[in-house]
């Protein structure tokens, strides 16, 4: 089992409408969790952090987070063909005094105008 | 304010041959990651330097390692290379006391023929 999982995808998805990105995570002891968009080429750029269960907003963009559960997921309103890329999730693991991000494959998002 | 830059943008090297990157990390950053990034794959943690030491280490052979200097950036040096090797080399700095939320650079692509 992958420490960190996501559904490589394509996820198609009509302009204007929501998509919905998930993620789910192995290590119960995962305190921070973060969204990364890559386009084709380009390095990874933070999109959104997530630290609580519950909802966060920015945006068009908003993560949630279920540490019961051991998902995290990422919606995306009002999608435009300009987010298409592949969104990764990571997670960090504690180590020592410090952490290291864990990495899902990404799953890539394709926005049809 | 200067975000994270990698030097140089390309390279192509041949089996055998040893490989140095570079990376200044973002102004106020202490911390440098470095990670490989196979095509179609999440980022794998190569190692991650803080007060010119090496604090974490993924699971990399020991052909890889690297160095920090006193100004915070950072260099990875890759010895005997493989064709395996070939891959985006990515950067990120973060602050070592805030811990998890890392910048990228733009990553350098490293091609063994």
């Known amino acids: 089992q992958k420490e960190v999982e996501q559904n490589s995808g394509p996820l198609s998805v009509p302009e204007g409408a929501i998509a919905s990105l998930n993620c789910t995570y192995s290590d119960r002891g995962s305190q921070s969790f973060f969204w990364y968009r890559q386009y084709s080429g380009k390095s990874p750029e933070l999109i959104m952090s997530i630290y609580s269960n519950g909802d966060k907003e920015d945006g068009r963009f908003t993560a949630q987070l279920n540490k019961a559960s051991q998902y995290v997921s990422l919606l995306i309103r009002d999608s435009q063909p300009s987010d298409s890329a592949t969104y990764l999730c990571?997670?960090?693991?504690?180590?020592?005094?410090?952490?290291?991000?864990?990495w899902g494959a990404g799953t890539k998002l394709i926005i049809k105008p | 304010d200067a975000g994270v830059t990698q030097s140089p943008t390309h390279l192509i090297k041949t089996r055998g041959q040893q490989v140095t990157l570079r990376c200044s990390p973002k102004s106020g950053h202490d911390t440098v990651s470095w990670y490989q990034q196979a095509l179609g794959q999440g980022p794998q943690f190569i190692f991650q330097y803080y007060e010119e030491e090496e604090r974490q280490r993924g699971n990399f052979p020991d052909r890889f390692s690297g160095h920090q200097f006193p100004n915070y950036s950072s260099e990875l040096n890759v010895n005997a290379l493989l064709l395996g090797d070939s891959a985006l080399y990515l950067c990120?700095?973060?602050?070592?006391?805030?811990?998890?939320?890392?910048?990228f650079g733009p990553g350098t692509r490293l091609t063994v023929l």
């Open positions: 990120a700095s973060s602050q070592w006391t805030v811990g998890d939320t890392q910048y």
């Open positions: 990571a997670v960090t693991r504690a180590m020592d005094s410090n952490y290291q991000l864990i």
